[in-house]
């Protein structure tokens, strides 16, 4: 999952329990719509990446680097402290919204469109909620 600072969803893949997350990297990337910002062309891609160390490989990360994105990765085997933690959150949060329907929380449906249904709808949910606080 991709969110903006706002911890608004951007994009989202569903993949089988038994895969890999690094393995979905570039293709959630891929997915990620045009962002908005100051007049002119928008942006296709973000300016930077955060991730945990679940993503730590030198090859994602020369191709992170190759489409344009500064990826801010924690390593492997370094300390705590990373300061990563101050930007995953928006994330950790959004997954915490997401888990807050049940339907989500203990995966129920057998298919995966079904399941990516869901999903959608519940991100629909989290961002029309932020809209009528903000």
Not at 19 to 26: A, E, G, I, M, S
Request: net charge positive.
């Amino acid at each position: 999952m991709i969110t903006d600072a706002a911890g608004i969803p951007l994009a989202v893949t569903l993949t089988g329990g038994n895969r890999n997350d690094v393995t979905q990297l570039l293709p959630l990337i891929d997915a990620i719509p045009q962002v908005r910002g100051v007049r002119g062309r928008p942006r296709k891609r973000p300016r930077r990446i955060y991730a945990d160390r679940g993503y730590d490989h030198d090859k994602y990360r020369r191709l992170v680097r190759a489409r344009g994105i500064t990826p801010h990765i924690a390593h492997r085997g370094a300390g705590h402290g990373s300061g990563l933690g101050k930007h995953r959150w928006y994330v950790e949060r959004t997954i915490a919204w997401l888990h807050a329907f049940k339907k989500l929380r203990l995966r129920t449906e057998r298919r995966a469109d079904i399941h990516q249904a869901l999903i959608s709808l519940a991100c629909s949910v989290i961002c029309l909620r932020q809209l009528i606080l903000n």
